[in-house]
């Protein structure tokens, strides 16, 4: 398929696998829940284990994040970054509970790109 080649190029995840993702996430940020519209950034993606601490770039490791979120998240360990997260006053009970359920989502996203990929 001639656009694979192009898409390896534009950056470490394909703009499909990219906006799959944003689009199981409801296309707002799992932390703090901004769109593109009202936050007036691209979303962008979040490794929930960081690139540092060994994390991949696979999309069960990976959440849909606002500009704000990620850029203040940096290579903050997920335990601490919710603990920065409830000393702010956010809901982390239920920001854990978002996180479960795009992790399971983005595991099946990934067996329907592994068999897309066999076939
Ligand atoms: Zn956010």
Known sequence: MP???T???SGWISRTTRETIYRSDAEACIYCGATEENSGMPLTLDHI???VAGGGHAPSNLLTCCYHCNSSRQETPMPRWLRRLEKA???VVAIKSRIALAVRRHRA???RIAAALAA
Do not use: N, P, W
């Open 3 to 5: 656009g694979g080649a």
């Open 7 to 9: 898409q390896m190029a």
């Open 49 to 51: 284990q960081c690139r």
């Open 89 to 91: 006053g956010a809901d």
């Open 109 to 111: 996203l990934e067996t």
